[in-house]
Each structure stands twice: as structure tokens, then as C-alpha cells.
């Protein structure tokens, strides 16, 4: 019962750390810290059954003792975080995948990947189904973690049919909850951090693009139970809740007394105009769907953000 996570000391990596130490595993964290964070899991420093140690992922990974389980999910996730690290983000997603499916193999353990939404592009169809091939743009600013996130469902396959490897892979849509970055350029936390200083809120585009924000608890909750699954194929975790960023900016500002101006901004390239996970798949199979509203999910989003904010 011991588990490796990479990226691990991220948003969505310490909440699934605090998940598995719930369930009883031991885990250790492997981080480069580029967009993860100490204080993550802070929390968890006395922890006898927990153990962070700083490494990059896309260099040979050395983890003496038994692991039962490696989680990769090691990679800068929002866009302004892998256009500034683009090829940090493709080595990650390829020498680092090979390295965690490697250390997986040799352990004989487990292995599940964070895949995500993105391996879907722009998509031409809407919801999205595992099915879906997508509609990726390989040379454009966000093909380094698209194509790189699909090197890795690719190399998963890979370990899975050749070494016979029992492989996960989850795609995940956007999910939003405390431990983000304030600063990590991604819509939620940009608007607060906006609505909080005071300063005009960044409408990319026209408004109209659509996405779809799952809780972060509801996320881990698929991802648990896709990890004790039997599943090898990629599996959708996201909300379904499908909501213009118009009408998500709105639903920001209701949590101000005073929010400051909307102003419009060119639409970042290859930016998708639709996002929207079928679940039909988790639902069938794991017996899972979304719990927590948009509404009880950002009260508790804004307080942490309210409180980083005071604290800076
Ligand atoms: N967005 C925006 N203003 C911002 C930040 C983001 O309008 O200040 C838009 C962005 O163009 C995209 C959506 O909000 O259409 C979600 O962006 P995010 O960076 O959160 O993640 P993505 O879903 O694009 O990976």
C-alpha cells in the first residue's frame, strides 16, 4: 500500500494525496516544484506515512522499496504555465511518462496517468465521448501539452498491450477548488485575483466560449475509484455543467459587493470554443457522477482565495 505520486505537491496532486493517506496508503511525492507548491501539504508534514522529495521526473527516477501504485500526474496544467515552460511540459509528458511507467514496471505496480480535456482540441463535437479523437493543432501554443499529454495516453497503451502493465488513464476537465494558484493565469483564479485587487476582469474573446468546471472532491472521488478499477481505456472525469465564461464571470461577481469592469481581450490561439465531458462512461462504470454544485463549490473556492489573498 504504498503509492508515488508525481507532481504530487500541485492543486489536484495534494488533494489526492490527502485521499490516499485517508485510504491508508503510504505515499511519496515526487516534485519539481515549477507550478507545484510546499505548501500544499504543508499539512502533512508530520505524517509518519508521507514523504516529499524534490525531483524532476524527466530525469531517471530512483525509489527504493516497494510501490504499489505510481499516479502521474506531473505537468504545468494551465495554459499560461505551459507557454511559459513549453518544453518542460513535452518532457514531462513523454520522458517523464516513460520514466513513471518505467518505475511502475519495475516495481510491478500499478500505474495511472492524468490525462485531460485538451487531447480533445478544439472539438468538433460536443459533449465529448472517449470515443472522440479530437482536434488537436500539433504546432500551435497549446500543442505542447496536448500532443505531449497524448504521447502519454499513447506510451500508456504502449506498457499496458506490450508489458502488460495495469494501467489507468483519466482525462480531466477543468476542476477548480482551494490549492490553486492565485496567480496561475487560469479563468477562476484570474477573475478573483481581479475582483479582489480591484482591477478590470479579462474576457478572452467575445465571452461565448463554453467550458464546464467540476469540483475538485467530485475529481478525486472519479479518480479513486478509476485507479481500483479494471478500466485501461481513457475515462472522462469532469462536470458536465456546461457554462459560457459570460455566465461563469457572472457567477464570480455575485460573491463582490463592488466587482470592477469586464474588458475584453483577443481570444488566446487555438483557444476551444466548446468543453463539455460525456460521463456516460464514468457513470456506467464506476458508478460516478459530479456531487457538488457550482454554487457550494465556489463559496468555498472564493474563502481559501479570499484568505491567500489577505495573507500575501
Ligand atoms: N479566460 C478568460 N479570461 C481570463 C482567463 C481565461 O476569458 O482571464 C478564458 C480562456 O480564454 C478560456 C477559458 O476562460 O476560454 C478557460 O481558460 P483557462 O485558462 O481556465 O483553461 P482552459 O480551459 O483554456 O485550459
Not at 503509492?3 to 504530487?8: F, L
Not at 482540441?121 to 479530437?134: I, K
Not at 504521447?151 to 502493465?165: K, N, P, Q
Request: a positive charge.
Amino acid at each position: 500500500m504504498r503509492a508515488v505520486v508525481t507532481g504530487g505537491a500541485g492543486f489536484l496532486g495534494s488533494h489526492l494525496c490527502d485521499r490516499l493517506l485517508a485510504e491508508g496508503w503510504e505515499v511519496l511525492v515526487l516534485d519539481n516544484f515549477i507550478t507545484g507548491a510546499k505548501i500544499n501539504l504543508s499539512h502533512l508534514a508530520k505524517n509518519k506515512k508521507f514523504k516529499l522529495q524534490k525531483a524532476d521526473v524527466s530525469k531517471p527516477l530512483k525509489v527504493a522499496g516497494k510501490v504499489g501504485y505510481v499516479l502521474h500526474l506531473a505537468s504545468p496544467a494551465s495554459p499560461p504555465d505551459y507557454l511559459k515552460h513549453p518544453v518542460a511540459t513535452m518532457m514531462v509528458g513523454s520522458v517523464g511518462t516513460r520514466n513513471a511507467l518505467e518505475l511502475a514496471l519495475a516495481k510491478k505496480a500499478k500505474f495511472l496517468l492524468t490525462s485531460t480535456s485538451e487531447c480533445y482540441g478544439d472539438p468538433e463535437v460536443s459533449p465529448q465521448p472517449e470515443e472522440y479523437w479530437g482536434h488537436v493543432n500539433p504546432i500551435g501554443p497549446r500543442g505542447v501539452y496536448d500532443e505531449a499529454k497524448r504521447f502519454s495516453e499513447a506510451l500508456t497503451m504502449a506498457y499496458y498491450r506490450y508489458h502488460g502493465v495495469d494501467t489507468h488513464i483519466v482525462r480531466i476537465f477543468n476542476t477548480y477548488g482551494p490549492r490553486m494558484r492565485l496567480n496561475d493565469g487560469r479563468a477562476l483564479p484570474n477573475f478573483v485575483f481581479q475582483a479582489l485587487s480591484g482591477i478590470p476582469m479579462t474576457i478572452y474573446g467575445d465571452g461565448k466560449q463554453t467550458r464546464s468546471f467540476c469540483y475538485v472532491d467530485d475529481l478525486v472521488e472519479g479518480i479513486y475509484r478509476l485507479m481500483k478499477s479494471d478500466e485501461h481505456l481513457p475515462v472522462n472525469i469532469g462536470n458536465p455543467q456546461e457554462i459560457t465564461i459570460l455566465e461563469f464571470v457572472d457567477r464570480i461577481r455575485k460573491h463582490f459587493t463592488n466587482p470592477p469592469p469586464l474588458v475584453y481581450k483577443p481570444l488566446p490561439e487555438d483557444d476551444p470554443k466548446r468543453r463539455c465531458p460525456d460521463i456516460t462512461k464514468a457513470k456506467r462504470l464506476l458508478k460516478w457522477e459530479p456531487k457538488v454544485s457550482l454554487e457550494e463549490g465556489l463559496k468555498v473556492t472564493m474563502a481559501y482565495f479570499k484568505q491567500v489573498f489577505a495573507n500575501r
